[in-house]
T-cell receptor, first 109, second 113 residues
Framework: DAKTTQPNSMESNEEEPVHLPCNHS???????IHWYRQLPSQGPEYVIH???SNVNNRMASLAIAEDRKSSTLILHRATLRDAAVYYC??????????FGKGTSLLVTP | NAGVTQTPKFQVLKTGQSMTLQCAQD?????MYWYRQDPGMGLRLIYY???????DKGEVPNGYNVSRLNKREFSLRLESAAPSQTSVYFC????????????FGPGTRLTVL
């Protein structure tokens, strides 16, 4: 599976939008882009996924670059509860989700 | 719905002891997974079961065995625990292959002395 690159950490103020970037320059045409997050001392939680088009759900939006070599997870209004590690994951085959180290998001009041 | 449940929540073992981690899901999912997470790291797949009656190795299967007991339950067994197996273990389930989201349990924190 192709590799993703994310910043180690990011900081945001509460109630402001957050843009979490992910680079995946070696993505293949059939790779899905998945985002999960892990709150402290909990199991990972699905956030959103997409293939080519931008996606919205109740938690977040996923903006996918036209060449698909990067994507951005957008939290529209960060809350303290959104402080977590966010994982950007690619996969197109098998069943495994290959978690890297992700981006640790700090939200300050 | 309880989602994915795991037992026990915490466990301390001595080197060489054996134990089984239990996982159950009530979402009628076909696929189930076992991951481990070491401190400061992402999750790594140990084993998975694509459907009832099948199991396959993941990235780090050595030292573990699994059983897909039925559609609901997927257990992970450590036959002879080693300190290197100290980790947090997560079970997950999904309807099927990757474009379906995986739902994770709360984890089992295992320490091997």
């Amino acid at each position: 599976d192709a590799k993703t690159t994310q910043p180690n950490s990011m900081e945001s103020n509460e109630e402001e939008p957050v843009h979490l970037p992910c680079n995946h320059s070696t993505i293949s045409g059939t790779d899905y882009i998945h985002w999960y997050r892990q709150l402290p001392s909990q199991g990972p939680e699905y956030v959103i996924h997409g293939l080519t088009s931008n996606v919205n759900n109740r938690m977040a939006s996923l903006a996918i670059a036209e060449d698909r070599k990067s994507s951005t997870l957008i939290l529209h209004r960060a809350t303290l509860r959104d402080a977590a590690v966010y994982y950007c994951i690619l996969s197109n085959s098998g069943y495994a989700l290959n978690f890297g180290k992700g981006t640790s998001l700090l939200v300050t009041p | 719905n309880a989602g994915v449940t795991q037992t026990p929540k915490f466990q301390v073992l001595k080197t060489g002891q054996s134990m089984t981690l239990q996982c159950a899901q009530d979402m009628n999912h076909n696929s189930m997974y076992w991951y481990r997470q070491d401190p400061g790291m992402g999750l790594r797949l140990i084993y998975y079961s694509a459907s009832e009656g099948t199991t396959d190795k993941g990235e780090v299967p050595n030292g573990y065995n699994v059983s897909r007991l039925n559609k609901r339950e997927f257990s992970l067994r450590l036959e002879s625990a080693a300190p290197s197996q100290t980790s947090v273990y997560f079970c997950a389930s999904s309807e099927g292959p990757l474009k379906n989201e995986q739902f994770f349990g709360p984890g089992t924190r295992l320490t091997v002395l």
